[in-house]
């Protein structure tokens, strides 16, 4: 421990080594903090002066060069001067030779200049009788060309007004007609407009069966044996009988002013059911139904997403998917022939098997028969056999009873009789 005193109140304290040591380090830092502080000072004082100094030196050269530039410029400018009015007294001369000559020239061009004004004159006056001539000639020509076009408009206006005019009349006898359709279809029936779209199918088959559909079989479907039938069935053969194409035809229409309106996509699975029952390859519907749908009315359409081998088409299209489909048909004609041939010979063998089936069958039937008759007799042979055991059984015991019975007879004696009672005793010795 040292002891310190205090400078301001002289008393003393103790302090330790490391109290000690920290108020020498902090005495220490606050002389070397106010020596870097006078050094500092007197380092910035340093600067300043040797800024000045050399502001003072800057400039001082700086007068001198601007001396020297200045006294070189004076030079310059008289050396110029000099240069400049020898050169001016040069080009006068050279002015004055110049003119003398050009009085010459001035003269020879006036004479050129007025040749070429009356040149000029002449080709202007050439060229505007030239541009007038053209002029009129345009002119006649663009009159030309107005009469024309009024006969034109004349004529247009003549060719479109009798064009209009027949517009005209068209229009008002098909307005007429569709009049007198709406009219006929509010008259008909529902059913009797389907049967007119029927006919209308009919006629336009015949039209092109004598030429196109000679080995085509295409009639109305009357089987109803299942309750529903199509409207007519249209099929194909080859000249041996293959069949090439089948289809179920279904024709749908109704009156404008129906009020319950149908969809096409009602009668998919009715149709799909009669094609199925019929063993047709496809079915189409012929259908005037939905009139405004932009989707049946882009052509054929294929429904098959919805029923496999389905088409919806309007009227027009009748006879071009018959087409279509038998075109498509008689290109795998070949492979169908084949397929005949196969499965035909597939028909033997299975006929062959169903034979032998049918043999197997039978035989083990009456085999089962048989053994079942057997098994029968057998269990009434066991049946009669048990129950002639059980006479005999019955018989051997009878028998036994009787050889028992008969051996108590042998073993009854008077004796055995009389013994034990007195009476029957003495009644015996009487006799």
Same mark, same amino acid.
């Given at each position: 421990?040292?002891?310190?005193?205090?400078?301001?109140?002289?008393?003393?304290?103790?302090?330790?080594?490391?109290?000690?040591?920290?108020?020498?380090?902090?005495?220490?830092?606050?002389?070397?903090?106010?020596? =870097? /502080?006078?050094? &500092?000072?007197? *380092? $910035?004082?340093? +600067?300043?002066? #040797? %800024?000045?100094? !050399?502001?003072?030196? @800057?400039?001082?050269?700086?007068?001198?060069?601007?001396?020297?530039?200045?006294?070189?410029?004076?030079?310059?400018?008289?050396?110029?001067?000099?240069?400049?009015?020898?050169?001016?007294?040069?080009?006068?001369?050279?002015?004055?030779?110049?003119?003398?000559?050009?009085?010459?020239?001035?003269?020879? =061009? /006036?004479?050129? &200049?007025?040749? *070429? $004004?009356?040149? +000029?004159?002449? #080709? %202007?006056?050439? !060229?505007?009788?030239? @541009?007038?001539?053209?002029?009129?000639?345009?002119?006649?020509?663009?009159?030309?060309?107005?009469?024309?076009?009024?006969?034109?408009?004349?004529?247009?206006?003549?060719?479109?007004?009798?064009?209009?005019?027949?517009?005209?009349?068209?229009?008002?006898?098909?307005?007429?007609?569709?009049?007198?359709?709406?009219?006929?279809? &509010?008259?008909?029936?529902?059913?009797?407009?389907?049967?007119?779209?029927?006919?209308?199918?009919?006629?336009?088959?015949?039209?092109?069966?004598?030429?196109?559909?000679?080995?085509?079989?295409?009639?109305?479907?009357?089987?109803?044996?299942?309750?529903?039938?199509?409207?007519?069935?249209?099929?194909?053969?080859?000249?041996?009988?293959?069949?090439?194409?089948?289809?179920?035809?279904?024709?749908?229409?109704?009156?404008?002013?129906?009020?319950?309106?149908?969809?096409?996509?009602?009668?998919?699975?009715?149709?799909?059911?009669?094609?199925?029952?019929?063993?047709?390859?496809?079915?189409?519907?012929?259908?005037?139904?939905?009139?405004?749908?932009?989707?049946?009315?882009?052509?054929?359409?294929?429904?098959?997403?919805?029923?496999?081998?389905?088409?919806?088409?309007?009227?027009?299209?009748?006879?071009?998917?018959?087409?279509?489909?038998?075109?498509?048909?008689?290109?795998?004609?070949?492979?169908?022939?084949?397929?005949?041939?196969?499965?035909?010979?597939?028909?033997?063998?299975?006929?062959?098997?169903?034979?032998?089936?049918?043999?197997?069958?039978?035989?083990?039937?009456?085999?089962?028969?048989?053994?079942?008759?057997?098994?029968?007799?057998?269990?009434?042979?066991?049946?009669?056999?048990?129950?002639?055991?059980?006479?005999?059984?019955?018989?051997?015991?009878?028998?036994?009873?009787?050889?028992?019975?008969?051996?108590?007879?042998?073993?009854?004696?008077?004796?055995?009789?009389?013994?034990?009672?007195?009476?029957?005793?003495?009644?015996?010795?009487?006799?």
């Amino acid at each position: 421990m040292n002891e310190i005193i205090c400078p301001n109140c002289h008393k003393a304290f103790k302090v330790d080594e490391a109290g000690f040591a920290d108020i020498v380090k902090q005495v220490r830092d606050h002389q070397f903090e106010e020596e =870097l /502080q006078n050094r &500092l000072n007197l *380092a $910035e004082k340093e +600067k300043e002066s #040797a %800024v000045k100094l !050399a502001e003072a030196t @800057i400039k001082n050269s700086l007068q001198e060069q601007l001396a020297q530039k200045d006294a070189a410029l004076a030079k310059l400018k008289a050396d110029a001067a000099i240069e400049l009015s020898q050169k001016l007294s040069q080009k006068d001369n050279e002015l004055l030779q110049l003119k003398t000559q050009n009085v010459n020239d001035v003269t020879q =061009l /006036q004479a050129k &200049l007025e040749n *070429a $004004e009356v040149a +000029k004159k002449l #080709a %202007v006056t050439e !060229a505007v009788q030239l @541009i007038e001539k053209e002029r009129d000639q345009l002119v006649n020509e663009v009159k030309a060309k107005d009469t024309d076009k009024q006969l034109l408009e004349n004529t247009l206006k003549d060719k479109f007004s009798a064009e209009l005019k027949t517009k005209d009349e068209i229009i008002k006898l098909k307005d007429e007609e569709i009049a007198l359709r709406k009219d006929m279809k &509010l008259k008909l029936s529902t059913k009797m407009i389907g049967e007119t779209l029927e006919q209308h199918c009919e006629t336009e088959f015949n039209k092109l069966r004598a030429t196109a559909f000679q080995n085509a079989y295409f009639e109305k479907d009357n089987d109803s044996k299942s309750g529903s039938k199509g409207d007519f069935i249209y099929r194909e053969t080859d000249e041996t009988g293959n069949e090439i194409i089948s289809i179920m035809f279904e024709m749908k229409n109704e009156g404008d002013e129906t009020a319950t309106k149908k969809k096409n996509e009602d009668f998919f699975k009715e149709l799909d059911k009669d094609r199925n029952e019929k063993k047709c390859e496809y079915a189409v519907m012929v259908s005037l139904l939905e009139a405004e749908s932009e989707y049946y009315n882009s052509g054929i359409v294929d429904v098959s997403h919805k029923f496999p081998k389905m088409y919806v088409v309007r009227p027009q299209f009748f006879i071009p998917i018959i087409t279509l489909l038998r075109n498509a048909a008689m290109n795998s004609l070949k492979y169908k022939a084949e397929l005949a041939l196969v499965r035909n010979q597939n028909v033997d063998i299975t006929n062959f098997e169903e034979k032998i089936n049918i043999f197997k069958e039978g035989f083990a039937r009456n085999y089962e028969l048989a053994s079942k008759k057997f098994k029968t007799a057998i269990d009434e042979i066991d049946k009669t056999i048990d129950h002639l055991q059980k006479t005999k059984d019955a018989l051997l015991s009878s028998d036994n009873n009787l050889r028992l019975a008969n051996q108590k007879a042998d073993d009854l004696t008077i004796k055995k009789l009389t013994h034990g009672n007195p009476t029957m005793k003495a009644k015996f010795d009487e006799l």
